[in-house]
């Protein structure tokens, strides 16, 4: 009886006043506010004798915070709505429609200038992004790190530029990039389903795009992570050429293991072989890493290009190549610039690159899993208002968050901080935001206040 008796003198009404649901979502419109986004933003969709009741660059964040939110159809925007007296005045789902139906390609580039702006602006504040780490250590100082990489988006039903992908299934491939160092998605474009995976043009492009939305100061030293896809002669003369006296861009990129390869893997001997190491910078058992540079005819490759080779005892179950059978080792290989390095480390921060599949599982869930519209155009704009909502979670977690806070994915931190209820008071020509005492993290959000509102506000 104990177990089913807390809900016998429970009673549920509809009467009541000054509950705020999802407060804890407050603190990203606010963010946006005074880092200058929704400013920039407005500036940049303002359009000449047009004057809408709702601001566009208004619009376009209360959708990012719908979508940080969690929400998953542009109705959705009746939550924040609905709580006028905390949100403010939010457009209705038809004018978030009409928003995002006016964004084409010079907005969505007016768009992509404002975000670099704010981008440069708060890196400041921050006093640079965080260093970013490899088998725990730092990659380097000063040194930004992207990640480039491509994924399925699955449609249920037929809509413009949907196509049948090269994972036998049904939807779009968009390509995105992402800051290892802040967790920000820096660019996303959406292509249709029946795009390549290794088709160098998207990738310079999106790459374009990427290095773009880098603040000036922090692009001198640079790092390009990718999978085999972008192991192109075009990609990496590239990136290649995009070294210079004043700035170093190094990669590391996967590298498909063919013929000439597996003979250089035979040829290697027993003492070319390292013990390689595990995430937390320990060595793994079972792993180990070599050069083939010496060994591979690279004419036509960029000056300077290495290939390194890893190989491991593969989990049970595994499915090898006719050549992996043979010893029982399962390879992969990537090509880096850096000259210089220990092959264990070389290999540990190519790997880090895993991460990037974390983000892109994270951006499902935040809006990029799950486009709206039959229209492509329409849906590409959403994949921005998207880019824009990871921007905010992110820039909540550097700036305002601390501990396992920083460091959560945003399924945890709506449960935790965005989806918090609070009651609504007036007093002393002010609104209080009243956050339940018995909320575990109750002083984390009101910090989180404390640090935004500290922001000096946009010149």
């Given at each position: 009886m104990q177990s089913t008796a807390w809900s016998r003198d429970l009673r549920v009404t509809a009467d009541g006043a000054g509950v705020v649901s999802h407060a804890?979502?407050?603190?990203?419109?606010?963010?946006?506010?005074?880092?200058?986004?929704?400013?920039a933003l407005s500036a940049a969709l303002a359009r000449r004798g047009r004057w809408p009741l709702h601001d566009r660059g208004r619009v376009l964040v209360d959708l990012a915070v719908l979508i940080a939110d969690g929400g998953q159809a542009i109705a959705d925007i009746d939550v924040l709505r609905h709580q006028g007296e905390v949100f403010g005045s939010v457009a209705s789902d038809t004018t978030v429609w009409?928003?995002?139906?006016?964004?084409?390609?010079?907005?969505?580039?007016?768009?992509?200038?404002?975000?670099?702006?704010?981008?440069?602006?708060?890196?400041?504040?921050?006093?640079?992004?965080?260093?970013?780490?490899?088998?725990?250590?730092?990659?380097?100082?000063?040194?930004?790190?992207?990640?480039?990489?491509?994924?399925?988006?699955?449609?249920?039903?037929?809509?413009?530029?949907?196509?049948?992908?090269?994972?036998?299934?049904?939807?779009?491939?968009?390509?995105?990039?992402?800051?290892?160092?802040?967790?920000?998605?820096?660019?996303?474009?959406?292509?249709?389903?029946?795009a390549g995976a290794n088709t160098a043009a998207d990738h310079l492009d999106v790459l374009t795009d990427a290095v773009a939305q880098i603040p000036a100061a922090h692009r001198r030293r640079l790092l390009i992570r990718a999978d085999s896809a972008a192991a192109t002669h075009a990609v990496l003369n590239w990136l290649a050429g995009l070294n210079s006296p004043r700035r170093r861009v190094e990669y590391s990129i996967g590298w498909s293991i063919g013929e000439p390869e597996r003979a250089a893997i035979a040829a290697l001997p027993a003492t070319a072989w390292s013990p390689a190491l595990d995430a937390d910078g320990g060595v793994r058992e079972g792993a180990q890493v070599a050069e083939l540079t010496g060994l591979l005819a690279l004419a036509g490759w960029p000056t300077g290009m290495r290939v390194i080779v890893r190989r491991e005892r593969p989990h049970p179950g595994a499915q090898l190549s006719l050549f992996e059978e043979r010893d029982g080792w399962r390879y992969t290989a990537f090509v880096t610039n850096t000259p210089a390095g220990a092959l264990q480390w070389l290999e540990a921060r190519h790997r880090a690159h895993a991460r990037v599949e974390d983000r892109i599982r994270c951006a499902k869930d935040t809006g990029l899993g799950r486009l709206p519209s039959r229209e492509f155009a329409i849906n590409a704009a959403w994949c921005t208002a998207a880019a824009i909502a990871a921007d905010l979670i992110a820039w909540l977690q550097i700036h305002a968050l601390d501990g396992d806070l920083a460091r959560a994915e945003p399924k945890r931190l709506r449960y935790r901080i965005l989806h918090t209820s609070a009651r609504l008071i007036r007093g002393q020509r002010r609104r209080w935001l009243r956050i339940p005492a018995t909320w575990p993290w109750a002083t984390q959000i009101t910090t989180a206040f404390t640090r935004i509102a500290a922001i000096p506000a946009p010149g």
């Open positions: 804890g979502s407050v603190l990203l419109p606010m963010l946006a506010d005074r880092a200058g986004l929704t400013g009409r928003m995002l139906d006016e964004l084409g390609p010079v907005q969505l580039r007016r768009i992509a200038a404002a975000r670099a702006k704010v981008r440069a602006r708060l890196w400041q504040l921050f006093g640079g992004p965080p260093a970013a780490k490899a088998a725990g250590r730092e990659i380097g100082a000063g040194v930004v790190v992207l990640d480039i990489d491509s994924t399925i988006v699955i449609a249920h039903s037929d809509k413009d530029g949907a196509a049948p992908t090269y994972k036998h299934s049904f939807g779009f491939h968009p390509m995105l990039v992402t800051c290892d160092n802040t967790g920000e998605m820096l660019t996303v474009t959406l292509r249709p389903g029946n």
